[in-house]
């Protein structure tokens, strides 16, 4: 009788020990509050509208393409936006979570591309916070970290392609003087926003 309690024990601990890690699910306020944090940084870089958009669209084009490759509900934007290479799936990663990953995905591609970049890494630390709070183990954290950083690195090598490094290397704006030509305007009389951003790639 005892050494089947004992093989009962046994058998139960090895069960337990044996089930595999819950990883904690993810919101849409979790997602917010990345949006939100990267408007904020946005705002504090007094980025231009055009700018804001391709701000916008490179770290959210890295989070999506983390899902895409992990849920088959969503495509690749390959053969759908201009020059959009096959985004390699990462290896080696170990148990993730890939909700994890697509938020630390646009959180990278933002840091990269802002030029206050660096103090996001407060934001994103404190979110890591968050998450471990919710359950996530460090082992998951950082293993959804390096598989977003490998994704983060395709994107941020499309978006160096799409040729917005080169704008500096026009002439600055000079009005025509001719009718239609468009001329700054009171009360502050702003330079033309962006005048070349139609020599930028479009997706």
């Known amino acids: ?3 089947r309690l004992m093989y009962c024990c046994t058998l139960l601990f090895f069960l337990f020990s044996c ?21 904020e940084m946005m705002i504090h870089d007094v980025t231009n509208p055009p700018l804001a958009a391709r701000f916008f669209s490179y770290a959210c084009l890295s989070g999506y393409e983390v899902v895409a490759l992990n849920d088959s509900n969503c495509v690749s934007m390959e053969g759908i ?8 799936k990462p290896l080696d990663s170990g148990k ?5 990953s697509a938020i630390l995905a646009m959180i990278g591609t933002a840091k990269k591309m802002q030029p206050s970049g660096v103090n996001y890494a407060q ?9 471990r709070n919710l359950g996530f183990s460090n082992k998951i954290i950082k293993n959804s970290k390096s598989y977003a950083a490998q994704v983060t690195k395709q994107i941020l090598a499309y978006a160096k392609k799409d040729r917005y490094n080169r704008i500096s290397n026009y002439p600055r704006y000079t009005p025509l003087e ?8 009171p009360p502050a009389f702003f330079a033309p926003v962006e005048p070349y951003f139609s020599t930028v790639r479009p997706f």
């Open 19 to 39: 089930k595999e890690e819950k990883t904690p699910e993810l919101s849409n306020n979790d997602l917010a509050k990345v949006i939100d944090a990267m408007t």
């Open 178 to 185: 001719k009718e239609g030509s468009w001329y700054p305007t």
């Open 1 to 3: 009788m005892i050494k």
């Open 123 to 131: 934001f994103e630390q404190k979110f890591l916070d968050s998450c």
């Open 96 to 100: 993730y979570s890939y909700q994890l």
């Open 81 to 88: 936006l201009n020059d959009f290479p096959k985004i390699t």
